[in-house]
């Protein structure tokens, strides 16, 4: 690779054209079918409870399971368990997004800004549009802070303004830290390789500050799963104040 940024580029693996419309197999469509598959795995564990899957790995689901119940509840409240298995869906779909990233060879799907913001604004839209119909108009007392009249015309816009850039910042956190982090790695690898060909020992010492930014990576793949999963409740918990404000 010429660039770091380079490992984040959308290629072809095989080109699909039916009816002139684009099918084509891309590095982005792969780690999609993985999460998906993933995610039908968990309706079988749920659902048939195979004796086959091994009590670490059910483990390990519950936990993330009763993790989630945990978040919404201290976030949103019981309002927000009613939303439950679209929370559940989101954290799950940026969690292993971010490890599949970490695997060799692998893509960082919430890497790309436009796929994550896509999906910042269709979270946002939704939530705004249940406040409406929950609440009518009364929900948009939500953009009406309790201060004085005459500074009212000054402080609305400004709510407004905070409440659309939503969109924005919930998507370009994720984005960034996932490139920020990946690009760091690759930078490091590509020195230690050109190290190596001059001095194969001090090769080997810079590979343990490697390895401390890999585990770095693997706790931010948590990190912003869950961030992302918070940032959600606590709107969803604005839409059900929305009417007492």
């Known amino acids: 690779m010429k660039s770091p940024l380079e490992q984040f580029d959308i290629i072809n693996i095989k080109n699909i054209y039916i009816f002139n419309n ?3 197999i891309n590095n982005i469509s792969i780690p999609i079918i993985c999460i998906l598959l993933i995610c039908i795995l968990y309706i079988f564990i749920y659902r048939f409870k195979y004796n086959f899957i091994g009590s670490y790995i059910t483990a390990f689901l519950e936990h993330i399971y009763i993790f989630i119940n945990n978040l919404i509840k201290q976030q949103a409240g019981n309002y927000g368990l009613f939303w439950f298995p679209l929370i559940f869906c989101i954290f799950n779909f940026i969690l292993f997004s971010n490890l599949i990233s970490l695997l060799p060879f692998g ?3 919430t890497s790309h800004f436009i796929l994550i913001f896509w999906l910042s604004c269709t979270i946002c839209t939704s939530i705004f549009l249940i406040g409406l119909l929950r609440f009518n108009l009364k929900f948009l007392y939500i953009f009406i802070p309790k201060c004085p009249f005459i500074i009212l015309p000054i402080l609305i816009p400004i709510e407004m303004f905070s409440y659309l850039i939503r969109l924005l910042s919930l998507a370009l956190r994720l984005a960034a830290n996932l490139v920020a982090g990946h690009t760091l790695v690759h930078v490091l690898m590509n ?3 050109n190290i190596l060909k001059i001095d194969y020992i001090l090769s080997l010492l810079i590979i343990i500050p490697l ?3 890999l585990v770095l990576e693997l706790g931010i793949a948590f990190l912003q799963a869950y961030i992302f999963t918070v940032l959600i409740c ?3 918990a604005d ?3 929305g009417a007492s404000h």
């Open 22 to 24: 684009d099918f084509s």
């Open 211 to 213: 390895m401390i930014i």
């Open 107 to 109: 893509i960082a799907l």
């Open 239 to 241: 839409t059900e104040k």
């Open 234 to 236: 606590i709107y969803l």
């Open 191 to 193: 020195f230690i390789l």
